[in-house]
């Protein structure tokens, strides 16, 4: 397809394990990001992973990716309330030319 | 902090009139992006742009819609003439080089009347 893809939303419960998943369009793209935004603020950027990688890990995060299946997944362990926010998938090919997601709703519930 | 700056944070205009956001890349940054969000959606490019030269505008508008990066001073996103359609939010990130990850500035939430 022509739009990298992700579900709209996600509810765990806070100690939970979340993760969203991300289907991108271009098995050229170098780059594959993950970002967070919370409401009212703009987009911070939580962490990346080159294509040549299977698996980058940091801290409670950790990425996925699956070149074959072109599908990208963050995983966030022991969720708490502070990461409900709208994370967003995007690729990148030349950099100057990043496509996103329509981002995935985290409902971390109590 | 010297984050990307965008300002301002909001900006009510009415129809007719014109929109310039301004956005002051991160210290040691020289490439710029504009991204435009509408209500529930993802990011969409806009322009990318390098000190006084336009790289990529294929996501602009052909009409109303002009950027630069000056040599001294912040990026101008500016819009000629807003209709309705225009209220969105408006980011501008920044790399440090091209093939460096792009950071974002809290957005310019721009609302027409």
């Known amino acids: 397809g022509e739009d990298v893809e992700q579900s709209l939303f996600l509810s765990v419960r806070e100690g939970d394990s979340s993760v969203i998943n991300c289907t991108y369009t271009?098995?050229?793209?170098?780059?594959l990001y993950w970002y967070k935004q919370e409401p009212g603020a703009g987009l911070q950027l939580l962490t990346y992973i080159f294509s040549n990688m299977d698996m980058k890990q940091d801290q409670r995060l950790t990425v996925l990716l699956n070149k074959k299946d072109k599908h990208l997944s963050l995983r966030i362990a022991d969720t708490q309330t502070g990461d409900s926010a709208i994370y967003f998938c995007a690729e990148s090919i030349n950099n100057n030319d990043m496509r996103f997601g329509a981002g995935t709703r985290l409902t971390v519930k109590p | 902090n010297a984050g990307v700056m965008q300002n301002p944070r909001h900006l009510v205009r009415r129809r007719g009139q014109e929109a310039r956001l301004r956005c002051s890349p991160m210290k040691g940054h020289s490439h710029v992006y504009w991204y435009r969000q509408l209500p529930e959606e993802g990011l969409k490019f806009m322009v990318y742009?390098?000190?006084?030269?336009?790289?990529?505008e294929s996501g602009m508008p052909k009409e109303r819609f002009s950027a630069e990066f000056p040599k001294e001073g912040p990026s101008i996103l500016r819009i000629q003439q807003v209709v309705r359609g225009d209220s969105a939010a408006y980011f501008c990130?920044?790399?440090?080089?091209?093939?460096?990850?792009?950071?974002f500035g809290d957005g310019t939430r721009l609302s027409i009347l």
């Open positions: 271009d098995s050229s793209s170098t780059y």
């Open positions: 990130a920044s790399s440090q080089t091209e093939n460096q990850p792009q950071h």
């Open positions: 742009l390098q000190k006084e030269n336009i790289i990529d």
